[in-house]
């Protein structure tokens, strides 16, 4: 059953005196795949990759690759190569020079670290390259290059701490393409520390969702966007509109959930069979859920303002304030440019089902909400 995972934890535990940094993490990375941590500054994930790489020892649990503990085994004994933000790519070498770098330090004959180096340079799209310098290459080179230089060792994980956090925006859009394609093609397990959401959800297979230290859900990208579990990965994943609300009464399959500021919104009571009357509730609504002008069901309806457009293309939305309440939202404008004349000032009627609106009670474990 093990040989099923590259990467597993289990309980693991990392405290610094009276902080504890990691929290009882317990994950099985299955071989091939593309695993991502997504989290903010500070919640541990950069610690968890520390320790998956042998840099730092955890406090209590264990960490098993290809099946086997790797507790006490230093970094260059384990099977993991690490790719940092910083790349560290050595500037007096050549890229050749660079991806052997490692098969020199093992000892490993000149013939086969010729033959390995121009597999690898193949592999990740650059296989005339080797001559060149790293002056020459572009960001993207680069980062493909630092990654040739791990995978040219044949890890069994990748681990790779925010790679992408050094290029310029375009670059980066572009690279997290490219890697989703690269992991697919030379199907090594990667580990992928971001802060980044679109990065995450773009290019893994899976994502664990970090705050303070734990796990707050695992899933694939569509399930922590569509069925987030806490109200941290529905506000931290994506984009939503958000309230605090007291659960009201049930009416028929809806729930009702009254605002501090008067008015309410409508639940479903499929989607939430745990909520009670009284309960204190955070309350989210994704921006394109919600539909102008009587478009889609109309469990809830609330007139608004026009504040701000915000036109980016097919990123386009616009800002209101819910004339009832004063309550600011955020509405996606569809990409048919049905709403391209629209502008501030303008009175929209908006809607949406109850089943899109997403209740999380309030638990003493419970983390702050991004």
């Not at 490692?102 to 650059?126: F, M, Q, Y």
């Not at 919600?290 to 608004?304: M, P, V, Y």
């Amino acid at each position: 059953m093990a040989d099923q995972f590259d990467l597993e934890c289990r309980d693991v535990v990392k405290k610094f005196d009276a902080f504890t940094a990691v929290d009882s993490i317990s994950i099985a990375i299955p071989k091939g795949s593309f695993f991502s941590i997504l989290g903010p500054s500070g919640c541990g994930k950069t610690t968890l990759l520390r320790m998956l790489a042998g840099f730092q020892a955890p406090t209590s649990g264990d960490i098993l690759i290809n099946g086997s503990s790797v507790l006490g085994v230093p970094p260059n004994r384990r099977p993991v190569n690490m790719v940092f933000q910083h790349l560290a790519l050595f500037p007096m070498m050549n890229v050749a020079e660079n991806v052997a770098y490692g098969l020199k330090r093992r000892g490993v004959d000149r013939s086969t670290i010729e033959k390995k180096v121009n597999d690898t340079l193949a592999r990740v799209g650059l296989p005339d390259s080797g001559p060149k310098q790293i002056s020459q290459l572009s960001g993207g080179q680069k980062q493909r290059i630092a990654i040739a230089r791990c995978l040219v060792l044949e890890p069994a994980v990748l681990l790779l701490d925010e790679p992408l956090g050094a290029l310029d925006l375009k670059l980066r859009e572009h690279m997290k393409v490219e890697l989703k394609q690269l992991q697919n093609e030379i199907g090594t397990t990667f580990v992928y520390i971001t802060h980044d959401q679109s990065e995450a959800l773009v290019m893994s297979d899976q994502v664990a969702v970090m705050n303070a230290g734990r796990f707050e859900q695992v899933g694939a990208p569509q399930d922590l966007y569509y069925s987030p579990q806490t109200a941290f990965v529905a506000g931290f994943v994506g984009e939503s509109n958000r309230w605090k609300g007291t659960v009201g009464k049930t009416q028929g399959d809806q729930i009702v959930i009254n605002l501090p500021t008067g008015g309410s919104v409508v639940a479903s009571r499929v989607v939430h069979p745990e909520l009670s009357e009284g309960q204190t509730v955070d309350v989210f609504v994704r921006p394109e859920a919600i539909a102008i002008d009587g478009q889609g069901k109309t469990d809830n309806a609330i007139g608004a303002k026009v504040e701000n457009v915000l036109f980016n293309g097919a990123a386009s939305s616009v800002q209101v304030r819910d004339s009832a309440t004063g309550h600011e939202m955020t509405v996606a404008l569809p990409q048919t440019g049905a709403f391209a004349n629209l502008k501030a000032g303008d009175t929209v009627n908006l809607t949406w089902a109850a089943e899109q609106t997403r209740c999380f009670a309030k638990s003493e474990k419970q983390g702050a909400a991004a």
